[in-house]
């Protein structure tokens, strides 16, 4: 048997349900990777080591509880604990203790999840560069928001992750980390107990090693466990290849991940992969998505920027000022134009395709001291609320990974999750293959 | 002038503006108020005298912060507030103290609301009857879950105060206390900060004694101003009476309240009004409410049914368990259903009418021993996402108020708000033209 801490989330589970394995000693495996690798990676705001540990003897002892039974998972710091601090990677809530764990972290455990801990989030998860690095190269962003979790999955620190997104916080760091993201459909997992920021945008999802991985954290997470038993693919589904409108900022790596995406794609699809343009509704999505998240963002930490304005960083200060200037009636009139272009999508999904391909960020990821990257090349399929899934693919010129993303039809996670499985048993590469 | 603490939320808004009258002894008109009638009608979890004197005093020397410069706000204690205990009508939060404002509480402040207190709530905003009592008689109940924010402003102990709505709990208590509440559209005010129960069914909204102060109210919570100032109605609306698919559930004050509602709604249509009979998309729109309530409920509640059960009421702890069986996919195709039903509700205000005019609740208020009352004639317009407001029409057997709940298509907030004060200026007993 591999070392434990190097077995993906649902291989893990299946040798935990049939007792081959304790969850004593995957714990103490991945708190050994983490001791090993944590003074570099800088993946984690807190560790709950004890209580992880006490947890695990009490499911090694009872009953399976559930789809999770003994998994160590990392929530991003972002999403509320009642057992750790939660600062919402912000010095304002630097001691802050909630009262309760967030709804989807209570269904975690509920499902016998274990929380190893808290992983890093940038600043109320947008843009200051984190304490974070690239497991792959530390001279390199993760990518963010959800930095911590990304990085940790990446790291065999932990099997799964929890991640939050509301531009490109989950699709964006998978990629530049080389992991499997998931961010499922708007509403799919309940947002309590999360850190508002854009409650029109902000979508709740997980990091595995594999599909089958963020297929069983979305299960749990949203409690609908049936979603963990990925079904076979058996009609050719109709896939398209989509450049989006901010094609302008891909490079050469993402050209060359989506070219080497078609291949596989043809190999499920038994056939033709078209081109597709997005509908001319969603000329503007990138820009909507931007202006409401930003009117929202301006609303939703009014308490912070009133109270305690000068511990936001001037960044943060910066984007909730202009937030707050955009008028009401822009407001209404992009939620509209969401709405339209949603409706634009669900047609084409309707009538022409099963699946897009897209990039999922411009490039490899960015030195660390330049930022986490740029979010462009989802910030659409955020605002569009359809659930997407990066794979990496390939890798760019400094060796880091690149991924795709898959994108389904309205409310259709399951089957993306099977495609997904499809279409990563079909990539060349025998090591990528194992993201099925 | 009036004793200060008779003034309606808008009249006493325009005298602290022109500085008529001071915060601070508005704030002490309200103290007195609350001294002579708390001990019997129990409308209050707390209250935050010294600070709201502080923030008064501080008003009144500065510059005129916003629209609510200066009025007392009582505030459901299912918001969280930074500076008051927020117990969301729970044991389990007895000693809770959130770290942050709700954003629509931060909203309030920064246009100058003075957060006097916390209002009852029910046990999590659900049917538990809570201490608060009707104050137009002590042996009835006052509605709920709004139960203390409703009895306060009915009471004049506090101009307006905060409410929330997942089946009934604006509409309902504002008829049982003879006040104007408003449930704006849904998604209208944003939800952060205030407890979770049903994330596609939570509306936030506010309770006054005119259609100016609930305007105002809602105006600040959504930081959407220019909804304070309401345009005379101009053209004739087309309205129907829409007895909704519960009539069964009327009472004799209530189908006279309805009658009564006809004559007004004719003088501002200046000619028919139609009945109005719900789209059959429609047929089940209480029940798929009912569904999708204890559903969510079950998920959203999951950390205090899991840690704290038995701290839980009965009643409460039997919901959350049979929500708990509802199998994920009746409540996918619930969230359909609720989706053709909304499409259904839009067609018919774009095609028929602009106004409907419906049942607040059963009938008068019921006694206090029997629970909250009935929200069946609220359900369906809380899943239907639509803005009502409910107004004083008449009263029932025992002499208690009886309202009727007007209600516009999607995203009228600011035609509904002018409709409404037009309606109840047209209302025949000159007391009740107050509301407008």
Redesign the interface.
Known sequence: MKDLESLSASQAARALARRDIKATDLLLACLDRIGQRESLVKAWSSLGKESALARAKELDKGAIKGILHGLPIGVKDLFDT?DLPTSYGSPI?AN?H????A?SV??M??AGGIILGKTVSTEFATFKPPVTVNPHNLKYTPGGSSSGSAAAVADFMVPLATGSQTAGSIIRPASYCGVVGFKPSF?KV????VK?LS??LDTLGCFGRSVGDVALGVAAMS????LAEIAELHNKPRIGICKTNDWSFASKETAGALALARFSAEAIAKGVVQDIALPTACAELTLIQTRIMNF?MA??L???R??FGKKLSAQLFQQLSEGAQIP?EQY?KDLQGAHQARSSLAQLFDNEIDLLIAPSAPGEAPPAKDGTGNPVFCRGWTLSGLPCINLNISSGPNGLPVGVQLIAGP?KDRFLLSVARAFAQALPDPVLRDQA
Do not use: C, K, T, W
Not at 98 to 101: K, L, V
């Open positions: 009642y809530y802050h909630p009262a309760a764990d709804v209570a269904l455990r509920q509403g309940m947002l309590a107990g508002s409650p029109s409690n609908d466990l049936a929202e609303r939703a009014i308490f912070e009133m109270q009401y209404q409310g």
